[in-house]
């Protein structure tokens, strides 16, 4: 079975800093891909990156970057630079080789920028 | 390209009447996913599709809930009778291809709210 868990209901963060949100999950599958997305207060859910459990490079995308370290099963996203626009629920999510196409998804942390 | 389309965006009803979501998947996806996110349970699978067909309905609460796929472009998700347990936002997702590192694409959700 995957699990998906994240341990950061909410946080604070100044604009323009960096953040991390946390991801840690559990699977038994050697090959899996790990997701982020973020579901502003529109509600749509947005994909913002991915990596590959046999990548050997961090995966990076724009600001989003993803500290991915294999042995300690977790997979944080930073943001660099926040902006306000960056507030918003972030759900990390994980599918397995041997999950079929399931996403198991996180409870989710929601993030808020200040001013 | 126009992204997963979904209708209604929201949907208000009463107890007893009969909901029917609808989904356009992304042109060339051959993978549709339903699913239902609540304060309680998080984003969870309800269902989905490879080519038209139902692959795993394990997600599907009950027999109240039922999914169809007529064609490469549509999809539907029925609840008959509705109850206000599934008051809940219903996301429809596609994928091009199965496999760990296919992203899924998610649609705007539809917030239904029964009463």
């Known amino acids: ?115 | 390209d126009a992204g997963v389309i979904q209708s209604p965006r929201h949907e208000v009803t009463e107890m007893g009447q009969e909901v029917t979501l609808r989904c356009k998947p992304i042109s060339g996806h051959d993978y549709l996913f339903w699913y239902r996110q609540t304060m309680m349970r998080g984003l969870e699978l309800l269902i989905y599709f490879n080519n038209n067909v139902p692959i795993d309905d394990s997600g599907m609460p009950e027999d109240r809930f039922s999914a169809k796929m007529p064609n490469a472009s549509f999809s539907t998700l029925k609840i008959q009778p509705s109850e206000p347990r599934d008051s809940a936002v219903y996301f429809c997702a596609s994928s091009q291809l199965a496999g760990i590192q296919e992203t899924q694409y998610f649609g705007p959700g539809t917030r239904l709210l029964v009463l």
Do not use: H
Request: glycine fraction near 10%; charged fraction near 15%; aromatic fraction near 12%.
């Open chain 1, 1 to 115: 079975a995957q699990k998906i868990t994240q341990t950061q209901p909410g946080m604070f963060v100044q604009e323009k800093e960096a953040v991390t949100l946390d991801c840690t999950y559990d699977t038994s599958d050697p090959s899996y891909g790990l997701f982020w997305y973020k579901q502003p207060s529109s509600g749509e859910m947005i994909f913002l990156i991915y990596q590959g459990s046999y990548d050997q490079q961090n995966a990076t995308e724009g600001r989003y970057s993803l500290n991915f370290q294999k042995a300690r099963k977790s997979a944080n996203l930073v943001i660099s630079a926040s902006q306000l626009g960056d507030s918003a629920m972030y759900f990390c999510a994980m599918r397995g080789g041997n999950a079929g196409n399931m996403l198991t998804f996180g409870g989710g942390t929601r993030l808020m920028v200040k001013p």
